[in-house]
């Protein structure tokens, strides 16, 4: 069969899907971007933002966040999946204690790197499935920019788990 755009040099090949990514970043977060906007649509605002800013809080203040007074009656963090306190990632909301960037940008950082994720492991994917780049690339497209996924900004542990989830895939494979 003919292969043409699989010939593409391999930096062309990284441009272009980067291109086509951002592209589409910013014609659906680039109104968001704003350093005093936040997410508060449903469990972003109510559940996840909260809960995350205590938990860097309590690192601020040198103490490990073992509990949550305000969820539930109090409930443990460490055992709480939603809270990802050992999720690598969440370091990201350190450069709010280093008073590099706001907390609410490190949120916004954390939900946008996760949808880059989802994007880029969704192009691995299908490159590991021998689909041409310009294919790979439609399904990327398809899959980060689906409803499904860009409305997980508002549960953000579902938007971890896809962006997570391609890879799994790939890797299984």
């Not at 971007?33 to 449903?42: D, I, K, Q, T």
């Not at 398809?142 to 997570?164: D, E, R």
């Amino acid at each position: 069969g003919r292969k043409s755009d699989n010939k593409l040099p391999r930096i062309c090949e990284i441009v272009v899907v980067s291109s086509v990514f951002l592209s589409l970043f910013l014609l659906f977060f680039s109104p968001s971007a704003g350093p005093g906007l936040r997410y508060s649509f449903r469990d972003v605002g109510y559940y996840y933002y909260p809960l995350f800013e205590q938990i860097q809080k309590s690192f601020e203040e040198g103490e490990w966040p073992w509990w949550n007074p305000y969820e539930n009656l109090g409930q443990p963090l460490a055992g709480d999946p939603t809270a990802s306190i050992f999720y690598p990632p969440k370091l990201i909301f350190f450069l709010s204690s280093l008073r590099i960037l706001s907390f609410a940008s490190c949120f916004k950082l954390y939900i946008w790197t996760h949808l880059a994720l989802a994007f880029y492991a969704l192009f691995f994917l299908a490159k590991t499935f021998k689909i041409s780049t310009t294919g790979a690339i439609i399904g990327a497209i398809s899959y980060a920019f689906s409803g499904h996924v860009l409305f997980q900004y508002s549960n953000v542990i579902y938007l971890v788990g896809a962006g997570w989830i391609p890879l799994h895939f790939a890797f299984i494979i």
